[in-house]
């Protein structure tokens, strides 16, 4: 459970931090990206067989059977309706990585798209992986690793870990496309791409570039990519690439920010938001009702009737929290400590930082998720 105080002792840690240490140097290779080295998702349809009972009920999913044997030579009647139990509809889906080529193995992912309660034991048969452009790129198959398990008694009852509607088969596909990636071969120039765009660290990636591998060698295009001029013969490329992308940068810190998330109550705010002067008193107003019917009963001879008689009690308490005094430029920890000194928990400092954004006595950006 999220409390107070490991909340306020984090942000504490991370103001300390951030006021000890600076950004330290990172590879170009973990900050940024060659162009045109990128993933491409693929998806298939298939099926899951072998399954304890635990398969679809879906009439899609015999359709999916009979044109599956029928391609295979077998001669069903037209009118059969298969409503096997183990046996599920499935989709398979994988990322392609760049430089793919025939007959590497990659990772499935197969996810059950029926009612199938489970596919632990199954089988996926063989699966064509297509592309966005609607081409096969891989073929998958084999056997599924599901790390949930679901258990059910006759009397209703039932339990339920992870989730067993979801498995993965490591290496389960065979590449049998290759994405063409001529523009590395033939381009007379590497495109990197910051994973944060960043014209501060897009510079320093420029200057350190060329003090390793001399004047002119990259130059900025914008916030996001670095030129760099490589050679032409696609041997000498590849060491090229490796030399840039090992090259140590700093990069710049991140912009003042901070992140709530309302439904876990989780505060992450960075070392570089300062606040302006400002005081804040923070107090909880408590309404308590309580209902306390009493029953008047009559006498033995009399003629009346038993009645209750509603009686409520309504009590309200107010927190007498202090004011406490921001002054011009304070950093994180000075606002941890003084949000932690009147006992403010994560949806009290919540509420404190929005009034802040909204006073404009906060430097930062208040993102909400």
Request: no cysteine; proline share 5%.
């Amino acid at each position: 459970m999220l409390t107070k105080n490991t909340v306020l002792s984090a942000l504490l840690a991370l103001g300390l931090m951030g006021v000890a240490t600076t950004s330290p140097a990172e590879r170009i290779k973990d900050i940024a990206t060659l162009q045109g080295m990128r993933s491409n998702q693929l998806i298939g349809y298939g099926l899951v067989v072998g399954l304890n009972s635990s398969g679809d009920k879906t009439k899609f999913t015999g359709q999916t059977l009979v044109n599956m044997l029928t391609r295979l030579g077998v001669r069903l009647p037209p009118d059969l309706d298969p409503k096997a139990k183990n046996i599920a509809a499935v989709s398979v889906v994988a990322d392609l990585p760049p430089f793919a080529k025939p007959g590497q193995k990659i990772d499935v992912t197969v996810s059950s798209i029926g009612d199938s309660k489970s596919l632990r034991g199954g089988v996926l048969l063989l699966s064509p992986l297509k592309g966005a452009d609607g081409q096969v790129y891989a073929m998958a198959q084999g056997n599924l690793v599901v790390s949930g398990v679901s258990a059910s008694g006759q009397s209703g009852s039932s339990i339920t870990v992870n989730n067993p509607s979801v498995g993965r088969i490591n290496g389960g596909a065979t590449v049998e496309r290759s994405v063409g990636n001529a523009a590395f071969a033939t381009s007379k120039e590497l495109i990197l791409d910051l994973a944060t765009p960043d014209f501060t660290t897009a510079n320093r990636v420029v200057e350190a570039i060329n003090r390793e591998l001399g004047a002119n060698t990259a130059k900025a295009i914008d916030a996001t990519s670095i030129s760099v001029r490589s050679p032409i013969n696609p041997a000498q490329k590849v060491m090229f690439a490796s030399m840039v992308e090992n090259i140590n940068v700093e990069p710049d810190d991140a912009s003042a920010r901070i992140i709530i998330n309302s439904r876990t109550g989780t505060v992450v705010i960075n070392g570089k938001v300062t606040v302006q002067p400002a005081a804040v008193s923070h107090g909880n107003l408590s309404v308590t009702i309580s209902e306390r019917p009493q029953v008047s009963q009559p006498g033995p001879f009399a003629k009346g009737q038993t009645a209750v008689t509603p009686k409520s009690d309504v009590t309200i308490e107010e927190e007498k929290n202090q004011m406490f005094l921001f002054n011009p430029g304070v950093s994180l920890n000075e606002i941890v400590q003084s949000v932690n000194n009147v006992g403010a928990g994560p949806s009290d400092l919540m509420a404190i930082l929005e009034a802040l954004k909204a006073a404009g006595a906060i430097r930062a950006e208040l993102i909400i998720i």
